[in-house]
């Protein structure tokens, strides 16, 4: 089955201590993107990938990092959580050129950081 | 830069009800516009899509124009169900860029 899987799907952590929320998906796409979700503001992009090696920073990347070192994965790693990055975390996949596709998402990452 | 407001929420209706959901954008050349829906508890899921002007995107009973003179991709359903009951999320893609508008909760009544 196409999906893309995200881990943990709930967390409460402190501030300070680093986290990752990992996202796989098994569909061979090139472009992956992370994406918080906050009440009355949508989805902001945090960063995406539009392949292996290549990131780059969306509207809200302060605080976080990624990696892309295999086409499947795109790890989140929040390395000094504060509270306000307290939120609904959502990772998308898609084929590179997707205005004729979709971008896939996972089922989201529920995130609270006291 | 590009850009996607939509109708603020919450949408109530009752069952059989018509539905519309009004998105306008901001954008530089041609974009794609995109409906994605989120049922309560999961991740958002394309519901139509329109990549040109006039386009009409269509799924599960809903319709959204890509209206390029008034820059609009307003959605609407005749007759809505309480399966309808969810978010929506008017999107654009715009090269690289993907911007998503606030989001619409509807609830649908028996």
């Known amino acids: 089955e196409a999906q893309v899987t995200q881990n943990p799907r709930y967390l409460i952590t402190v501030t300070g201590k680093k986290l990752t929320v990992t996202c796989s998906q098994n569909m061979n796409h090139e472009y992956m993107s992370w994406y918080r979700q906050d009440p009355g503001l949508g989805l902001r992009q945090i960063y995406y990938s539009m392949n292996v090696e290549v990131t780059d920073k969306g509207d809200v990347p302060e605080g976080y990092k990624v990696s892309r070192k295999e086409k499947r994965n795109f790890p989140l790693i929040l390395e000094s959580p504060s509270p306000n990055q307290t939120s609904l975390y959502f990772c998308a996949s898609s084929l590179r050129d997707f205005p004729v596709g979709e971008l896939f998402f996972g089922e989201g990452s529920r995130l609270t950081v006291l | 830069g590009n850009s996607v407001t939509q109708m603020e929420g919450p949408v109530t209706l009752s069952e059989e009800a018509f539905l519309t959901i009004n998105c306008t954008y901001t954008a530089t050349g041609y974009p794609s516009l995109f409906w994605y829906v989120q049922y309560p508890g999961e991740g958002l899921q394309l519901l139509l899509k329109?990549?040109?002007?006039?386009d009409k995107g269509s799924n599960k009973g809903f319709e959204a124009t890509y209206r390029k003179e008034t820059t609009s991709f307003h959605l609407e359903k005749g007759s809505v169900q309480v399966s309808d009951s969810a978010v929506y999320f008017c999107?654009?893609?715009?090269?690289?860029?993907?911007?998503f508008g606030a989001g619409t909760r509807l609830t649908v009544k028996p």
């Open positions: 999107a654009l893609k715009n090269n690289n860029d993907m911007r």
């Open positions: 329109a990549t040109k002007a006039d």
